[in-house]
């Protein structure tokens, strides 16, 4: 058995975006204990017109759902005949993916379980050829003759109701023609079901979201020993406790942790930068990677005849720079990485290793003996032409100035669960987050900024970058 409680799903839509088309029906046919309870199926009324190519493939045209209800009016009869069941799918992210799109439309979430009868045909049978619907009823002879014909309701196939059948009929098979223990495990597998150890209680992850934020593992004395992000904190947190898929440091989180916590952001961005400043004011023994660094530097060319220097992130004054401001190139998490930079620059470039500071006796470098090297060293190449090529080389790690003229401010919304956040942010640091306006105008009347952190600048620059006009610019 798939599990005690089981909703077969197919929905028919207006095209296959789950962000910008919609439902034209849904069909669920539930499953308990092994017996069938109950099969429902509705037409939705899609508020908006079905494309011709969409009508061809299933029927459903603009007149079939013509006082249709919208899936407003059913979204609670759905709701409960999903609740407390595995939600079960051909191609489940399509299906899935576009009722939690219907869901959030109406300001109302919704998690399940979720299992693909695609990847579950591809794992208990992957010598068979084709795991399309079309393939599997084919295959296993999941055709019923009087889908076709039942009493005036759409019942075939392309129809949601007769598709759903299919995956129950499917289930049926597979509990035939494979052992039970068989069918468990790669059900396992598929949805990822944690292993909790032993001393975390059995309902310790029960309420993670579905939502972006951060989450914290803890151990003996509430110690902190991991911090991680995630658009998806279910999943995320839920990973770590996958047998199948754990890592070396997974299992070793697994044998410390004693209890956990998340909280919760209204998107992608926030979560990251609260991930940042949380590692780094308790520096969890797990996160290596975002700790605060003591050889954070950057690359500095104090001038064209003179070789790159490195200078350590908190020798710079970061509050004085301004439009002008001499170049700076990183930040790098030490001096050896940036060396390795400018070793693969030197290379790809013809640099001089004399000019770069790296030898001090004189005649050729050793890059010019091996044909390397463009001559700086031996005067056939200015000083101030190499180190431009240089320069030009490094154009791409440049830290940028500051393209704003004060503090903005960068919201992010998520009307599903009400939650809204604006990231005040100045000098490519990040203030504070404020969740209502006198929050927000405390935030941008700061003067003191925080410590330049090298993990938030690529974090903003990524962001902006990819999201052009996000910026709101404070008073």
Request: glycine fraction near 6%; proline fraction near 6%; aromatic fraction near 6%.
């Amino acid at each position: 058995m798939l599990a005690s409680a089981v909703a077969f799903v197919d929905l028919e839509t207006t095209g296959t975006s789950a962000a910008g088309d919609r439902v034209t029906e849904v069909a669920i046919v539930r499953m308990v204990d092994g017996e069938v309870v109950e099969e429902w199926s509705s037409l939705v009324d899609p508020e908006r017109s079905i494309p011709p190519d969409i009508q061809i493939l299933t029927g459903i045209t603009n007149e079939t759902v013509r006082g249709a209800p919208t899936f407003a009016r059913i979204v609670d009869e759905v709701r409960e005949r999903l609740e407390g069941h595995l939600f079960v799918a051909h191609n489940a992210r399509f299906d899935y993916g576009f009722l939690k799109n219907e869901f959030a439309r109406l300001e109302r979430t919704f998690t399940a379980d979720v299992l693909c009868t695609v990847r579950l045909s591809r794992r208990l049978y992957p010598e068979a050829v084709g795991h399309s619907l079309d393939a599997l009823i084919a295959r296993h002879g999941l055709a019923d003759p009087l889908d076709a014909v039942a009493g005036g309701a759409r019942t075939g196939r392309h129809s949601a109701l007769g598709d759903a059948r299919a995956l129950l009929r499917f289930a049926r098979v597979i509990e035939r023609e494979k052992p039970a223990d068989e069918i468990a495990a790669a059900v396992k597998r598929l949805l990822k079901i944690p292993s909790l150890p032993p001393q975390l209680p059995p309902d310790a992850l029960e309420g993670v979201p579905e939502a972006p934020g951060v989450y914290r593992f803890f151990g003996v004395n509430d110690l902190p020993l991991y911090i991680g992000k995630s658009v998806n904190l279910r999943d995320r947190v839920r990973s770590h406790f996958t047998s199948d898929y754990r890592n070396s440091n997974d299992q070793r989180l697994s044998a410390e942790i004693r209890s956990l916590d998340w909280i919760e952001t209204a998107g992608e961005l926030g979560a990251l930068l609260l991930e940042s400043r949380l590692v780094k004011e308790v520096a969890p023994l797990h996160n290596a990677m975002l700790r605060r660094r003591r050889l954070s530097c950057v690359l500095r060319l104090p001038s064209l005849r003179e070789a790159p220097q490195f200078a350590k992130v908190d020798e710079i004054d970061w509050d004085e720079r301004g439009p002008g401001a001499e170049a700076l190139y990183g930040p790098f998490a030490s001096p050896r990485a940036a060396r390795d930079l400018l070793e693969a620059i030197a290379a790809e470039e013809g640099l001089c290793w004399r000019l770069l500071g790296w030898e001090k006796r004189g005649g050729p470098c050793f890059a010019r003996q091996v044909r390397k090297c463009r001559g700086a060293c031996v005067g056939e190449e200015a000083a101030e032409v190499h180190n431009l090529r240089l320069a030009t080389a490094l154009e791409a790690r440049r830290i940028p100035d500051w393209p704003f003229a004060g503090a903005i401010a960068i919201v992010e919304r998520d009307a599903t669960r009400g939650i809204e956040e604006a990231h005040v942010i100045r000098q490519w640091r990040h203030i504070g987050t404020a969740r209502d306006e006198p929050d927000l105008a405390a935030l941008a009347a700061v003067r003191r900024l925080p410590e330049f952190d090298p993990d938030v600048l690529r974090v903003l620059r990524r962001w902006l970058s990819e999201h052009p006009g996000c910026a709101r610019a404070l008073a």
